[in-house]
T-cell receptor, first 117, second 113 residues
Framework: AQTVTQSQPEMSVQEAETVTLSCTYDTSENNYYLFWYKQPPSRQMILVIRQEAYKQQNATENRFSVNFQKAAKSFSLKISDSQLGDTAMYFCAFMKLRNSGNTPLVFGKGTRLSVIA | EPEVTQTPSHQVTQMGQEVILRCVPISNHLYFYWYRQILGQKVEFLVSFYNNEISEKSEIFDDQFSVERPDGSNFTLKIRSTKLEDSAMYFC???????????FGPGTRLTVT
């Protein structure tokens, strides 16, 4: 079974600064995807970024980027130029791939990020 | 941009009552999911659904739960006899066959009293 660990329950960052959220995972699978989801106070889960395990290049989406270390099973999220709207719960998630199609997401416990003005 | 919708946004029910949570997935998506999140805890997978049948379910998804796609657009989660511990946020998600992102709805907060 896969597990996802987020070791930082809460973090805070000043507006315009950079923050990195940690995520490690445990799996024996070789083909999988990793995701970061954002859950603002409205509670809706929003996809922030995804990383395919077979890709060595780290994914980026505007101010969001990841540091994917496959051998270390580490998948951190860096938020640059933090904005007040980034205040949310951030969940790291794992999905294994199989020929029969999609599989469920396995989530970490989340990191609550507060961006301070 | 297409989105997953869920109704109601909040449901309060008494212990032992049946509830049906409704979801409208994105129209060209083929895989549908239910997850739940007990307050303060992580999001947990309940069940996935493809081609009009359950493709996978978790240990949480016992005989009290059922899912259905009654027509071409809705996807429902039924809890037959609610318990206090069923109080949670329930999220519906959908995804395409060849693209692996799951898109989540806004959730239904279920409160069992």
């Amino acid at each position: 079974a896969q597990t996802v660990t987020q070791s930082q329950p809460e973090m805070s960052v000043q507006e315009a600064e950079t923050v990195t959220l940690s995520c490690t995972y445990d799996t024996s699978e070789n083909n999988y995807y990793l995701f970061w989801y954002k859950q603002p106070p409205s509670r809706q889960m929003i996809l922030v970024i995804r990383q395919e395990a077979y890709k060595q290049q780290n994914a980026t989406e505007n101010r969001f980027s990841v540091n994917f270390q496959k051998a270390a099973k580490s998948f951190s999220l860096k938020i640059s130029d933090s904005q007040l709207g980034d205040t949310a719960m951030y969940f790291c998630a794992f999905m294994k791939l199989r020929n029969s199609g999609n599989t469920p997401l396995v989530f970490g416990k989340g990191t609550r990020l507060s961006v301070i003005a | 941009e297409p989105e997953v919708t869920q109704t109601p946004s909040h449901q309060v029910t008494q212990m032992g009552q049946e509830v049906i949570l409704r979801c409208v997935p994105i129209s060209n998506h083929l895989y549908f999911y239910w997850y739940r999140q007990i307050l303060g805890q992580k999001v947990e997978f309940l069940v996935s659904f493809y081609n009009n049948e359950i493709s996978e379910k978790s240990e949480i998804f016992d005989d009290q739960f059922s899912v259905e796609r009654p027509d071409g657009s809705n996807f429902t989660l039924k809890i037959r006899s609610t318990k206090l511990e069923d109080s949670a946020m329930y999220f519906c998600a959908s995804s395409e066959w060849t693209v692996y992102e799951q898109y989540f709805g806004p959730g239904t907060r279920l409160t069992v009293t």
